[in-house]
């Protein structure tokens, strides 16, 4: 199994931009497909971008299509999620997730998880 650390969250204007990391340990990081979601307050966990083993395919929630970028970097065992643009809605926990068993958007597709990393976008 992989092991997954956020970073990156915080307090930010709407606006604004974050780079959130998602720092990984084990020997599957780099066959693993790799996925942001994220849970707001009172709201379900929703899949916010997905990135395959090799960084050749990526695929984004509607909602964050044009304003994120996810991207990793196998040698350093990091994902990235690029975060601009951002409104008061995109305020919830951003977690990652790993998964060895191909790419999928469901939260129940992914075997590995982080803690999580909040973002706050306010004025």
């Known amino acids: 199994q992989v092991q997954l650390v956020e970073s990156g969250g915080g307090l930010v204007q709407p606006g604004g931009s974050l780079r959130l990391s998602c720092a990984a340990s084990?020997?599957?990081?780099?066959?693993?497909?790799i996925a942001w979601f994220r849970q707001a307050p009172g709201k379900e966990r929703e899949f916010v971008a997905a990135?395959?083993?090799?960084?050749?395919?990526?695929r984004y929630a509607d909602s964050v299509k044009g304003r994120f970028t996810i991207s990793r970097d196998n040698a350093k065992n990091t994902v990235y999620l690029q975060v601009n643009s951002l409104k008061p809605e995109d305020t919830a926990v951003y977690s990652c997730?790993?998964?060895?068993?191909?790419?999928?958007?469901?939260?129940?597709?992914?075997?590995?998880w982080g803690q999580g990393t909040q973002v706050t976008v306010s004025s």
């Open positions: 997730a790993a998964t060895a068993r191909g790419f999928g958007l469901l939260p129940n597709y992914y075997d590995s």
């Open positions: 084990g020997r599957s990081f780099i066959t693993s497909t």
């Open positions: 990135i395959n083993w090799s960084g050749g395919t990526t």
